[in-house]
């Protein structure tokens, strides 16, 4: 076990001095953690996003956390180093937003999106920090990004498996 402890101590000694690098972007609600000053509009942009989400989906919850939410913006390959993600991973939630940046300001759409996504995990373990079942937190989560009704709607429609999706209606009314 001690050489896990020893690995563990280790990444979170690189994450450390990687992020005493940062730059902050801060709202009441969120504080956003970027590379440089060339990211500052997209950390603006994330803000906004984060905001617009924050009370949208907070109140269809009925649940608003007492404390900031941290996200990191990273490199993709900063992004696979600390959170050691899948290549299919558009982000994840730790205690932290964490996403990988590509291109975002050109695709702000994509970017809400999984913003929402993530905010959605954070929001689910301030209700309920442990216990939860994968298919719902992550069934929130994709019905809570824009669009996200819609499309998992169409989702349950089109299978014969699960009815016609007509259940979402109340969550979203």
């Known amino acids: 076990k001690e050489p896990t402890l020893a690995a563990r101590l280790q990444q979170w000694r690189s994450e450390a001095t990687l992020h005493r690098d940062f730059f902050q972007s801060q709202s009441s609600h969120f504080t956003v953690l970027f590379e440089g000053p060339a990211d500052e509009p997209l950390a603006s942009k994330a803000v906004e996003l984060l905001e617009s989400a924050y009370w949208r989906v907070g109140s269809a919850l009925s649940t608003f956390p007492d ?47 999984v913003l929402t996504h993530e905010l959605t995990h954070a929001l689910v373990r301030g209700i309920a920090p442990s216990g939860v079942p994968t298919w719902l937190n992550e069934g ?13 709607r169409a989702q349950l429609t089109a299978t014969t498996a699960r009815g016609d999706g007509q259940g979402l209606d109340a969550v979203f009314e």
């Open 140 to 152: 929130l989560a994709v019905a809570f990004e824009p669009n996200g009704a819609e499309w998992s």
């Open 67 to 113: 404390g900031t939410i941290t996200v990191v913006l990273y490199t993709e390959q900063q992004f696979r180093d600390i959170t050691r993600s899948p290549d299919w991973a558009a982000a994840s939630y730790d205690g932290r937003i964490r996403i990988p940046v590509l291109d975002p300001l050109r695709q702000v759409d994509e970017l809400d999106r």
